[in-house]
């Protein structure tokens, strides 16, 4: 009697994971996020759910714009302002 075939195992690569939230300039806590993107419009909204740090940019949000640029015109306002 032979034994039982194993069933081979596939190996994935992984993705990379798209960061959601990030570290605030203010409280240093990783609670930012961007709550909202219109790409018709051309605006977002990015807010820091600890200490309430928000900002709204309008123009300059274009069709490819993701989260991790919104945080970096968060950042280039806020970065130099608020240091903890």
Not at 74 to 80: E, R, T
Request: glycine share 10%; net charge positive; proline share 4%.
């Amino acid at each position: 009697m032979g034994s039982r075939k194993r069933k081979t195992v596939v190996y994935r690569p992984s993705t990379a994971k798209v960061f959601k939230r990030f570290p605030c300039p203010h409280c240093g806590r990783n609670t930012v996020t961007v709550e909202k993107i219109n790409k018709d419009k051309g605006t977002a909204t990015i807010k820091c759910s600890n200490c309430l740090l928000e900002k709204t940019y309008k123009g300059g949000i274009g069709s490819i714009t993701e989260n991790i640029d919104i945080y970096g015109m968060f950042i280039d306002d806020f970065g130099d302002v608020c240091t903890t």
